[in-house]
């Protein structure tokens, strides 16, 4: 069955090879016809902001076509078995940040190394971005697309009747540190209206701080440390602070009743807002929301998601496929996917484009985001990302929902990571 | 079948060649003739001997291809530590998958899981599954429009029904917890509690299976002879005896089959809890994680590859000691009502 399916793959790529030389042959450098599939996830923005239209009109031998997947998590499954049998790939693959440590791990020669063309520029991106998508031996298997720069979202309605400053300077300047924002919570509780929360949840007030540093869950040597590290006990304690004074409402992020809370004005704070946040916030509060919600400055600003782009080594139009990365992926086509939909640039040279610094967010009362996020994008740490760092955040995460929902001690809580987390990651 | 065949082809191939030795004024056939006749026949046998074999195959070639090939590469993975990022990199373990999953906490708290979602689905549906089909095997006005209705949820996806229902058992904004507001009962969070969660997993299954499972039941019943309800209402049989002492022994076969067919429905049950709050921990102290979604969450969440494998073979193996435990049963069953099962 293997052989079959080896012989398969060999076929085609010889197939492949002969119709590309034989291109090159008959018309000179770059004008016989070449479709190029990208594979991309969720509303991942290139078709949506018209930039494959844009690309395909100023190459016309060029024609792209989109192979997009819900959510992520069916795409890399299917995107990690393709690699394994080094076939069925597309000529671009996107790769979210939470799956970047496996691609530059031992996969990374599956990928082609972007230095070992000409054409490509990568001194315009973020140096801990280039970082990311960087194998151990300097080869730049990903290119990066957007980043997730962070704030803090706030309801000034709410802020408002409990007496706090509303103005978006004033409220960041309140929140000089995490334990800051906490004791603005406890005001907040005490004079604040009384069935809406500060906060969502004890796993954002997680996320929130423990993104802010360099190591997490992983040392710098690539070991799993997540029990010694300074950044998960401060973040830790944080949030079981902030669930044990009743601060949270007790939510799940990215569930239904989470996108419900929204609907109905539940809380009054969401610790780490990054610049996508925002869209999603305008359209689960939607109505309700308009006008309320505002964005301040988060006192630790980290980075919270994002992308690459990478292109396949067995793909049949390589050199034609990294020219597109490459340009999908410029200043100029970064700022353009901000303005039309809200991901914000991983090229600092993108950061200082007027389409990006001038940027204004309607529905958070004209907050002018590109400052705010170009702001903290200059902030964030090179964090230490390892290939476990998803399943790892989710099970601490779980020990904070059972200590909110089902009122486990933060001891209790903590050794059922512990426990699930041994299980997790054994071999 | 093949003796009936063996009967039928020898008179043929004999009956046709016979009349052609003897009559002597025709031309001899010529060897070619002869030869081409035999192949005939030979044909012939070979076609009705081997070509049922040819007609049945596509269901044991595509068994082959996604049934047993599977099977067995399953049990081969889940001889090996392997990686779904690298699938084809195995390093040879031995049983020391199965040895594990004898030690692991989460294993067994995923089959009591199982079992616990199992019964509390499983027991209601059939029984419900029971009364309405009595109820509908009566002439009742509309009644076809009745046995529509009761397959329509069959009918409707898992994914859907899973989501409606989780809306409905929400904590904040559910629908339940606001109708138990009305009567003054505080809000459940259904999905925290390990009895609630697993409760509302269960409603999920029987609303879902019951209109199933009264039809196979009906259509029983309908092969119930008559004459057997009429002499027992001669003799004075109430309709609850008439449904105790007629309807459930003639319906003795059906109902083994629907509680296997349930039951192996209950040991994979996976989507349910799976969307119902759409992550494969099954509760985030992992109370309503059942042994398909433990499987799904090493394998793919967790991205081991040769321990998945060995808890879907453990799967397997279970199935197989129910499946050998309901056939003593009915055996058992069979022998104290004087019948051969």
């Known amino acids: 069955m293997f052989a079959v399916g080896i012989a398969a793959t060999l076929a085609t790529g010889l197939l492949a090879g002969c119709g590309s030389d034989d291109d090159d042959g008959g018309d000179g450098d770059g004008d016989s016809q070449v479709t190029l599939r990208v594979g991309v996830f969720g509303q991942f923005g290139f078709e949506e902001a018209g930039l494959y239209e844009e690309y ?97 979202c706030y309801r000034t309605d709410y802020f408002e009747e409990a007496g706090l400053p509303t103005d978006r300077a004033e409220v960041s300047a309140l929140f000089t540190d995490w334990e800051a924002y906490l004791a603005v919570g406890e005001e907040f509780a005490a004079n604040g209206p009384a069935d809406v929360a500060y906060l969502d949840s004890a796993g954002g007030m997680f996320n929130a701080v423990v993104s802010a540093y360099e190591e997490r869950y992983y040392s710098a040597d690539g070991e799993i440390n997540y029990q010694e590290t300074e950044a998960v006990q401060t973040a830790w304690d944080l949030s079981v602070q902030a669930a044990e004074a009743g601060l949270t409402d007790k939510q799940q992020q990215f569930q239904d009743e989470w996108n419900s809370a929204f609907a109905n004005g539940a809380f009054a704070t969401v610790a780490s807002c990054p610049a996508w946040m925002l869209g999603y916030i305008q359209e689960h509060a939607g109505e309700n929301g308009l006008g309320n919600w505002d964005v301040a400055q988060s006192p630790n600003p980290s980075n919270w998601g994002g992308s690459f782009i990478g292109v396949p ?35 600092s040279e993108a950061h200082e484009l007027p389409a990006v610094l001038e940027a204004t967010h309607e529905y958070f009362q004209d907050a002018p985001i590109g400052e705010i996020f170009t702001q903290a994008a200059a902030e964030i740490p090179t964090t230490i990302i390892g290939p476990s760092d998803q399943v790892i955040q989710e099970n601490i995460t779980n020990g904070l929902v059972a200590l909110e929902q089902q009122g486990l001690s933060p001891d209790d809580a903590w050794s059922s990571v512990v426990s699930q987390l041994d299980n997790a990651l054994a071999e | 079948m093949t003796t009936d065949h063996a009967k039928a082809a020898p008179p043929d191939s004999s009956g046709g060649a016979a009349p052609r030795h003897t009559s002597e004024k025709t031309d001899e056939p010529t060897d070619r003739e002869v030869k081409k006749l035999e192949r005939r026949s030979r044909w012939y046998r070979w076609d009705l001997k081997y070509s049922p074999y040819a007609f049945i195959s596509p269901f044991f070639l595509f068994f082959a291809a996604f049934g047993l090939f599977p099977l067995i590469y399953t049990g081969w993975a889940a001889m090996h530590q392997s990686s779904l ?62 046995r529509v209705a009761l397959l329509t949820p069959y009918a409707t996806s898992i994914a859907a029904a899973t989501l409606v229902f989780a809306m409905l058992y929400g904590r904040d904004y559910g629908m339940i917890n606001w109708a138990l507001g009305l009567v003054g009962i505080d809000p459940v969070n259904w999905e925290a509690g390990t009895w609630t969660s697993q409760f509302a997993i ?48 003639s319906l003795r076969p059906t109902i083994i089959f629907t509680v296997v067919v349930s039951t192996i429905g209950a040991t994979q049950l996976f989507g349910e809890p799976l969307l119902l709050a759409g992550s494969p921990n099954g509760g985030s102290q992992s109370q309503y994680q059942t042994l ?37 049963l009915t055996r058992l069953v069979g022998k104290s009502n004087g019948q051969e099962a």
């Open chain 1, 56 to 152: 395909e009109a100023l190459n016309e031998h060029v024609t792209i076509e989109q192979d997009s997947i819900a959510e992520n998590g069916d795409y890399i499954t299917q995107l990690r078995t393709r690699l394994a049998q080094n076939s069925g790939l597309l000529d671009i693959q996107a790769i979210e940040v939470g799956n970047i440590a496996e691609m530059t791990g031992d996969l990374n020669g599956r990928w082609v190394d972007f230095n070992e063309y000409e054409g490509v520029d990568t001194g315009h991106f973020l140096p801990w971005k280039l970082d990311q998508a960087t194998s151990e031996d300097g080869r730049v298997i990903g290119l990066g697309t957007d980043i997730g720069p962070t704030g803090i």
């Open chain 1, 313 to 347: 080594e067995a793909g049949s139009n390589k050199e034609e496929a990294v020219k597109l990365a490459a340009w999908l992926t410029a200043p100029e086509q970064q700022a353009k996917l901000f303005s039309e939909r809200g991901s914000f640039p991983s090229s």
């Open chain 2, 85 to 146: 990022v690298d699938p084809n990199d195995m390093t040879w373990l031995g049983l020391d998958n199965f040895t594990r999953l004898w030690n692991d906490e989460f294993f067994w708290n995923a089959l009591r899981n199982t079992f616990t979602i199992g019964i509390i689905s499983t027991v209601p549906q059939l029984l419900m599954a029971l009364g309405l089909a009595h109820v509908l095997n009566y002439k009742l006005r509309g009644s076809m429009a009745f």
């Open chain 2, 202 to 249: 269960s409603t999920i299954v029987i609303w879902r299976w019951t209109g199933y499972n009264t039809l196979i039941y009906l259509a029983a019943m309908q092969a119930v002879p008559n004459d057997l309800y009429e002499s027992a209402s001669l003799d004075g049989a109430s309709r609850w005896q008439q449904f105790r002492y007629v309807t459930i022994p």
């Open chain 2, 292 to 328: 398909g979604l433990y499987l799904y969450e090493t394998g793919w969440v967790n991205l081991h590859l040769g321990r998945a494998a060995a808890i879907a073979w453990a799967m397997f193996l279970l199935l197989i000691i129910i499946g050998l435990l309901y056939w003593l």
